[in-house]
């Protein structure tokens, strides 16, 4: 079973940030959470992970709770494009594998 | 560089055929992941390769499934005496190693379709 909860569906208003929360409660200590995000059944596109510390690329922000139990990622600027479906995956530490949740469906609106 | 590339991107097979899918990682790859997504379904782990062996097929749905990898390379996943349940997109993942800092880069996926 996934390690973590989002909200099913949100909306954002286009030049907006969007803020797409998670909670990961039973997360230990040494793994990571990883964010994808999916647009129309293609195959998923990574777009950040962290372990304690909050982090920063060109696509988005990650800021992870003192606890590690919950954690946002943040989209600066929504564009139309950014409309998908956004997976929130505390990753196994052993083998890697991903256990995807049911994701946010994000819908970016003009 | 190149990303990873799955082959064929589509499918159709008549209920009872095997199926071969084929899977081409990110060069230097180590590890190797498939998964499925059924229609209106979230994605499934399938199993797990580090170079050519699979320490995790805990995914597999039955023994008509199987994959290996060969030359810690290219993976090939079959499916025997394919079922209309099996019809999904099936994608692979490649990453450098295996370990929780490793990130997992996605190919576009073969849409499976069982008539």
């Known amino acids: 079973d996934a390690k973590t909860t989002q909200p099913t569906s949100m909306d954002c208003a286009e030049g907006r940030a969007a803020n797409l929360p998670c909670n990961h409660s039973?997360?230990?200590?040494?793994?990571?959470v990883y964010w994808y995000r999916q647009i129309h059944s293609q195959g998923p596109q990574y777009i950040i992970h962290?372990?304690?510390n909050n982090e920063t690329n060109e696509m988005a922000s990650l800021i992870i709770t003192e606890d590690r139990k919950s954690s946002t990622l943040i989209l600066p600027h929504a564009t139309l494009r950014d409309t998908a479906v956004y997976y929130c995956i505390v990753k196994e530490s052993n083998t890697g594998k991903l256990i995807f949740g049911q994701g946010t469906t994000l819908q970016v609106k003009p | 560089g190149a990303g990873v590339s799955q082959s064929p991107s589509n499918k159709v097979t008549e209920k009872g055929k095997d199926v071969e899918l084929r899977c081409d990682p990110i060069?230097?790859?180590?590890?190797l992941y498939w998964y499925r997504q059924s229609l209106g379904q979230g994605l499934e782990f399938l199993i797990y390769f580090q170079g050519n062996s699979a320490p995790d097929k805990s995914g597999l749905p039955s023994d008509r499934f199987s994959a290996e990898r060969t030359g810690g390379s290219v993976s090939t996943l079959t499916i025997q005496r394919t079922q209309q349940e099996d019809s999904a997109v099936y994608l692979c993942?490649?990453?450098?190693?295996?370990?929780?800092?490793?990130?997992?880069?996605f190919g576009p996926g073969t849409r499976l379709t069982v008539l």
């Open positions: 962290g372990l304690k």
């Open positions: 993942a490649s990453s450098l190693a295996s370990g929780p800092d490793n990130t997992q880069y």
């Open positions: 060069s230097g790859h180590t590890a």
């Open positions: 039973t997360i230990s200590g040494n793994e990571y």
